[in-house]
T-cell receptor, first 116, second 111 residues
C-alpha cells in the first residue's frame, strides 16, 4: 500500500532535549513538507523540500531542522531552541514541479509531541 | 496577514441538509484550491480541488465553487451525513507549490 508513515504516534520528551520525528513515503513523491498544528489553529509550514538534498524554511522554521538525504524520508528535529514544541506535527508529500500542473498533498497520520 | 481565511470557526447542520463551508483568499496569484477533511489526531485527507480555470467541480456529494473576482470559494456537501462531522481546511497554492491553509471550520452534522 502506498502512503506516508509517521512514527511514533505519540512522543514525550523532557524540556531541553532534541527530538527527531520520522516521516517516510513510498509514493515516489519529490516534494515533502512538515506542518505544525496547534489547538484551534490551522496548519503552519515549518520546512519543505522539493528535491533530495535540498530544503527551504517555511513560515515557522525557528527551532527546527530537517534533512533530505533520501527521496522517501524527511525527518524533522525539534531542537531545544524551539520555545513551544508541544504540538501536533504533520508530514505531507506531493508530486514536485514538472509532474503536472496541479498536485494535491497527501498527509501522514501525524505525531503528537508533548514536552514535559 | 492570513492569505487564506475561513471566517466561520464552526458550523452545525441537520443530517440530510446542505452544508456550505466558505473560504476567502487574498493572493490573486493562487491558481489551485483544495479542501481537506480532518478528524482529531489524524492527518487531513484530500476531498476535492479546483483549478483557477474552472468555477465548479463536483465529486459525488461534494461540490466546490470558485469565484475568482470575489476571491472566494465554497464547499457544498449534499446531503450532509453524521460521518461528515470533522474539521474542514481550505488550502490554496500557486502551481501546487507551498500550499497555504486556512484555520479550518468545524462541521457538526446533527442526526
Amino acid at each position: 500500500d502506498g502512503g506516508i508513515t509517521q512514527s511514533p504516534k505519540y512522543l514525550f520528551r523532557k524540556e531541553g532535549q532534541n527530538v527527531t520525528l520520522s516521516c517516510e513515503q513510498n509514493l515516489n513523491h519529490d516534494a515533502m513538507y512538515w506542518y505544525r498544528q496547534d489547538p484551534g489553529q490551522g496548519l503552519r509550514l515549518i520546512y519543505y523540500s522539493q528535491i533530495v538534498n535540498d530544503f527551504q524554511k517555511g513560515d515557522i522554521a525557528e527551532g527546527y531542522s530537517v534533512s533530505r538525504e533520501k527521496k522517501e524520508s524527511f525527518p524533522l528535529t525539534v531542537t531545544s531552541a524551539q520555545k513551544n514544541p508541544t504540538a501536533f506535527y504533520l508530514c505531507a508529500s506531493s508530486n514536485g514541479r514538472g509532474q503536472g500542473l496541479y498536485n494535491e498533498q497527501f498527509f501522514g497520520p501525524g505525531t503528537r509531541l508533548t514536552v514535559l | 496577514d492570513q492569505q487564506v481565511k475561513q471566517n466561520s470557526p464552526s458550523l452545525s447542520v441537520q443530517e440530510g441538509r446542505i452544508s456550505i463551508l466558505n473560504c476567502d483568499y487574498t493572493n490573486s496569484m493562487f491558481d489551485y484550491f483544495l479542501w481537506y477533511k480532518k478528524y482529531p489526531a489524524e492527518g487531513p485527507t484530500f476531498l476535492i480541488s479546483i483549478s483557477s480555470i474552472k468555477d465548479k467541480n463536483e465529486d459525488g456529494r461534494f461540490t466546490v465553487f470558485l469565484n475568482k473576482s470575489a476571491k472566494h470559494l465554497s464547499l457544498h456537501i449534499v446531503p450532509s451525513q453524521p460521518g461528515d462531522s470533522a474539521v474542514y481546511f481550505c488550502a490554496a497554492s500557486v502551481w501546487s507549490q507551498n500550499f497555504v491553509f486556512g484555520p479550518g471550520t468545524r462541521l457538526s452534522v446533527l442526526p
